[in-house]
């Protein structure tokens, strides 16, 4: 940890990792109500699912300048900006009374949800360093990666009260994360550091960051790893009720194991932090994930569908995925030091790219069988895998 710092590690760990997890809690949590919100605003599934994509790609689009905003105006200033424009469009939500208000509300969401997310990584690499700041990103990547596996678990109690109440919470969450910010971070880009912001500045600053091989090969294999896991999230309705005959208010039977996955990798890469090279801990990783991969395969071709075998799978996957996370962002993260915040962007960028992608195209492709997801985990991996292979820090460089 940098000098300077009054707040604990451990404090500061917490309030960034609730950033950070604000935007999967905001894609994730209302996933159990498709059904009751087709009947309640009086609108087909595809519509339903296409607030999903109303949210995603705004957000895609919009991390790209959270970071270089923040770069310019400070940090705690674009998170205030971001987290009070999501309260209320989280409001909005929640009192929409047909489809079209609800794709308006969720893309304003999608717009400002990404503030946290961004400013969050950036500062871990403001505040800490060496194997400190990968145990920080390790438990920031954890919440991260939780969110999107407890959040249908909270959206299914919620929605025992009413699918309003799962909107009025995201307000809540993202009103409780903004009082924390604002009141034990410090401010990591003071006005003698700051950049100016502009259209110029940004793409020439993005041109740098997309013109470094490095970079590109980080940040697509963490996006790769994640999109993973992700697409089980995306696909819950259909695999975990049409597949594996569960209700919606049994999400809990996928997401509990998944998140138990997630704890566990980002313990041992707190553990491995400092006591073994980022090389070996990321092959490490990726050998684990592609045993566990097969081993998906094999069991969605050679068994019937059963929640027990066809969820085990993706928790152990979650293991490897939470390992090599916290040292693949930051190793992206300080390759451009001076840019920090725009890094962080682009690496959102790339890893909410890749869950649009997702959501919007292989998804609704792969979402037939639980074979279907099998074949498309592996998939990532594999270009995850194919993609990491040519870095640096792969090969010890």
């Known amino acids: 940890m940098k000098s300077g710092m009054k707040t604990s590690p451990n404090v500061l760990a917490l309030v960034l990792a609730s950033l950070a997890a604000l935007a999967p809690f905001a894609i994730d949590t209302y996933l159990p109500a498709f059904p009751t919100l087709e009947g309640d605003l009086h609108a087909t599934t595809v519509q339903i699912q296409q607030s999903l994509t109303f949210y995603l790609l705004p957000y895609a689009l919009m991390t790209l300048w959270h970071g270089a905003i923040s770069d310019s105006i400070g940090r705690i200033t674009t998170i205030k900006w971001g987290l009070g424009v999501f309260v209320l469009a ?34 871990v690499r403001d505040l800490f360093e060496g194997p400190q700041a990968q145990r920080v990103m390790a438990t920031v990547q954890m919440l991260f990666g939780i969110a999107p596996a407890v959040a249908p678990i909270i959206g299914g109690v919620l929605l025992g009260i009413h699918w309003q109440a799962i909107f009025i919470f995201l307000a809540l969450y993202a009103a409780l994360s903004l009082w924390a910010a604002v009141r034990y971070l410090p401010e990591t880009m003071p006005p003698a550091k700051r950049l100016p912001l502009s259209a110029h500045q940004v793409i020439k600053d993005y041109r740098l960051i997309f013109g470094d091989k490095e ?36 999400f809990g039977w996928m997401f509990i194991p998944t998140v138990c996955g997630m704890v566990l990798g980002s313990y041992l890469a707190k553990r491995a932090a400092g006591r073994y090279s980022r090389q070996k801990v990321v092959q490490a990783a990726y050998a684990w994930m592609a045993a566990i991969a097969l081993l998906n395969v094999v069991i969605c071709f050679a068994l019937p569908a059963n929640p027990i075998y066809n969820i085990a799978p993706i928790a152990l996957f979650n293991v490897g995925m939470a390992l090599a996370m916290p040292v693949l962002s930051l190793a992206a993260l300080d390759r451009h030091p001076k840019i920090r915040g725009t890094a962080a962007s682009g690496q959102a960028f790339i890893q909410m790219l890749l869950s649009t992608v997702s959501a919007g195209l292989i998804v609704p492709l792969v979402w037939y069988a639980p074979s279907g997801l099998a074949l498309a985990m592996a998939g990532y991996l594999t270009f995850g895998w194919v993609v990491i292979r040519k870095s640096h820090l792969w090969n010890g460089a």
């Open 215 to 250: 970079f590109n090969y980080l940040v697509f294999s963490v996006g790769a790893n994640f999109a993973g896991f992700f697409l089980y999230v995306l696909a819950s309705p259909v695999f975990l009720v049409k597949h594996l005959g569960l209700n919606q208010h049994q």
């Open 90 to 123: 989280s409001i909005g939500c929640a009192f929409a009374p047909n489809v079209e208000s609800l794709w308006f509300f969720r893309a304003l969401q999608g717009m400002s949800g990404g503030a946290g997310n961004v400013v969050a990584r950036a500062m």
